[in-house]
């Protein structure tokens, strides 16, 4: 896939806002980004490491945001015990800002609870919204008041040091899902889940579809040039659901394209 094509999920990925996180939030189309934004990315770097490195050169390219510092290793007693992802200054004001990034992928269970935001969950039912959140306030945020951190960080003031949170989420809600959801999670909707024999009973002949690699997950299917039908495809899904690892489908259908995940659960 192409480089720009990544680059452009990540600034296009909705942010959640404070109503929901209660956090204050950093969104990156706050960031002034050059007309020739252009940058190499790695390789071999896995989905949330390689988000990081996306938003660490938008930071450096933009003309209103310095980086400060990024994967600022907490140490005590010779042990690591955290890390920071980014410090950085706004250059009018010379504010500095600790942000904390995410980049997640969350389907909506409506069976788990009456309140919304319990029912965001991993794509395998492993982690979720919530317990992300809970880390964030209980781990990741304190760590920049900790004597440790000041003393690594001699050359701030930490006292004068604010907070902010990127969530950029990417949501999923169940096939032929009715229920209307606030507008913070709407706008964030990207498609639906279903199961293999749900997803199976939906095949038609003017179907196509890619199953992206999870470095490629959240990449808009229309960059994608490689189509196939799902007789091609059907042995894989079967061994991952029985396996139990849901997958991100790409599908193509005419001119129109569809994201959703196929679900073992």
């Keep these: ?32 980004l050059r007309d020739d934004l252009e940058f190499e990315l790695p390789t071999n770097l896995r989905l949330g490491h390689l988000a990081e490195k996306i938003v660490s050169e938008l930071i450096k390219n933009s003309t209103n945001y310095n980086l400060v510092y990024e994967n600022i290793q907490i140490i005590e007693d010779k042990k690591t015990i955290g890390e920071l992802d980014f410090i950085i200054e706004n250059e ?13 992928f969350y389907l909506f269970d409506p069976t788990l609870s009456l309140e919304p935001i319990n029912n965001w969950i991993g794509p395998n ?23 440790c951190t000041a003393s690594q960080l001699y050359n701030l003031d930490i006292k004068t040091v604010s907070q902010a949170l990127c969530l950029l989420v990417s949501l999923f809600v169940p096939y032929d899902f009715k229920q209307n959801l606030p507008p913070v999670y709407q706008k964030a909707i990207k498609g639906y889940y279903l199961d293999f024999d749900t997803f199976i009973s939906l095949d038609s002949t003017d179907k196509f579809y890619f199953l992206p690699s999870k470095t490629d997950w959240g990449i808009d299917p229309a960059d994608n040039e490689m189509w196939i039908k799902i007789n091609s495809i059907e042995k894989s899904i079967r061994i991952n659901m029985y396996e139990k690892r849901s997958l991100l489908c790409w599908q ?12 073992w659960w």
Excluded: C
């Excluded at 600034?11 to 002034?32: G, H, M, Q, R, Y």
């Excluded at 001119?255 to 196929?262: D, E, G, L, P, R």
């Design 92 to 104: 009018v004001t010379r504010d500095l800002i600790h942000v904390e990034l995410a980049y997640k």
């Design 125 to 147: 039912r492993n982690d979720s919204l919530q317990q992300k959140l809970t880390k964030l306030k209980t781990k990741q945020f304190p760590l920049l008041h900790y004597d």
């Design 252 to 263: 193509k259908q005419k001119n129109s394209y569809a994201v959703f995940f196929i679900v």
């Design 1 to 32: 896939m192409q480089t720009n094509s990544r680059i452009a999920s990540i600034i296009k990925t909705n942010n959640l806002e404070f109503s929901v996180t209660a956090v204050p939030s950093f969104d990156l189309a706050v960031l002034n």
